[in-house]
């Protein structure tokens, strides 16, 4: 005999790739939720640009995702243009570069990068009236009933029996609870987009065009440049799929990372981050005159626009919260830099996992603390374990970062 639906309804706040995900696995189970975002819509802010989708995170999409949405994803993601990584001196000397395997290897469908912008328009789709833009949290309150009104700038509230806080990196959900700041790590990354015209195409090596390429510099300068290719032109793939959904235009591109320890800099931090789109690239270009002419050569096609300064963060180690009807996910909970490109992809898996959890308990078969306590345990083992392997990843290509490794666990330090 089939156990009744509890008929629970899930409040998110924040509508980032973790969020979204979230919400999409929970109306797939039958689940109530609404999404918060505190942007006016889906560019609000720069976030990045290409998002490498790890097999754990490609798991997770297909879990959470209905089939017309895989179907979306898949034609929207990167064309599989590339084989592996590698690593380069300023030179283009060839280093020595960590071996990379994927058992995704020989799936034609494999879903491996994706353009983050069209990734959340993806995620979007389906969701009409769940997703709310400029919704800006201030405060929640557990009612006596167990549960949770959540109260937004704009005077309006949202009552639901789990309040799920994906407000990223800064969230403010993390600080009311009285949780530390994610740690600096003294990394400062300039990120960028550089259209893949076919004049850059003609001038470049293939070497350049046709993998994910790290340049490591002998000065603690170090330049990636990551191809986004799509199998189907965005808007091309959602006249095709999804006719009313419209996505915009979007050109191949590489998108360039440019990192240094923020003594590099050469400047105060709120300088620095303060720092226009073309006032970044003619730092980037300053700090590496000396360089390999096709390094600089990238440089002259970047879409200055597009460029934005960011202080690199991680929690280390990671505290679980208060099991209970306020349950955290994504960068929220365990921030951690973009080197290994894990951040995304462990808030995926948050979002399958948590779906899993929640549809337990709106089923009968938990309470919420339970699941919140079972996703949480779980999230913890797998989180922190993505924490080790970016912080390895970044001391990997940067020598020098503001870390101390005893914080972290035994069977992932060192």
């Not at 380069?88 to 879903?111: C, F, G, I, N």
């Not at 240094?260 to 700090?287: I, N």
């Not at 549809?359 to 993505?386: F, H, I, K, N, W």
Request: net charge negative.
């Amino acid at each position: 005999m089939a156990t009744a639906r509890r008929g629970l309804r899930v409040v998110v706040v924040g509508g980032g790739v973790g969020g979204l995900c979230l919400a999409q696995g929970l109306r797939k189970a039958g689940i109530d939720v609404s999404v918060h975002e505190r942007d006016d819509s889906i560019r609000g802010r720069n976030q990045g640009y290409r998002l490498h989708i790890s097999p754990d995170g490609e798991r997770a999409l297909r879990e959470c995702l209905p089939e017309r949405v895989q179907a979306l994803l898949t034609a929207t993601a990167n064309s599989r243009y590339g084989f592996g990584m590698a690593n380069y001196d300023e030179h283009l000397v060839p280093q020595w570069t960590p071996e990379m395997s994927d058992p995704r290897a020989d799936q034609v469908d494999k879903v491996d990068a994706v353009d983050r912008v069209t990734l959340r328009k993806v995620l979007l789709a389906g969701l009409t009236g769940a997703v709310h833009f400029g919704k800006r949290y201030t405060h929640h309150e557990v009612q006596p009933d167990g549960t949770v009104a959540v109260q937004f700038a704009d005077g309006s509230v949202d009552t639901g029996d789990v309040l799920v806080a994906a407000d990223g990196a800064n969230s403010v959900i993390r600080r009311a609870q009285g949780f530390p700041e994610p740690r600096d790590l003294g990394v400062r990354t300039i990120f960028g987009r550089i259209p893949m015209t076919e004049r850059l195409r003609a001038e470049l090596p293939e070497i350049l065009q046709d993998r994910f390429t790290w340049v490591i510099g002998s000065d603690e300068h170090k330049l990636g440049l990551m191809p986004m290719v799509f199998r189907t032109e965005p808007a091309t793939a959602s006249a095709r799929l999804w006719p009313e959904l419209a996505f915009e235009p979007c050109d191949d591109y590489f998108m360039s990372v440019f990192s240094m320890h923020r003594t590099a800099t050469g400047m105060p931090d709120e300088q620095f981050l303060a720092m226009s789109g073309a006032q970044l690239w003619e730092f980037a270009k300053a700090r590496t005159t000396g360089w390999h002419p096709h390094l600089r050569a990238i440089m002259e096609f970047a879409d200055v626009e597009e460029t934005f300064p960011v202080a690199v963060r991680a929690t280390a180690p990671i505290e679980l919260w208060e099991p209970g009807p306020l349950i955290p996910l994504g960068d929220a909970v365990h921030a951690m830099p973009p080197s290994g490109g894990v951040g995304a992809n462990t808030a995926l898996r948050d979002a399958a996992t948590l779906t899993r959890e929640l549809l337990a308990a709106d089923r009968g078969e938990q309470p919420v603390a339970l699941a919140s306590e079972r996703y949480q345990t779980e999230m913890l083992g797998y989180a922190t374990d993505a924490v080790a392997m970016s912080l390895q990843v970044a001391k990997w290509s940067l020598k020098r970062i503001d870390f101390d490794e005893s914080v972290l666990p035994a069977r992932v330090a060192g």
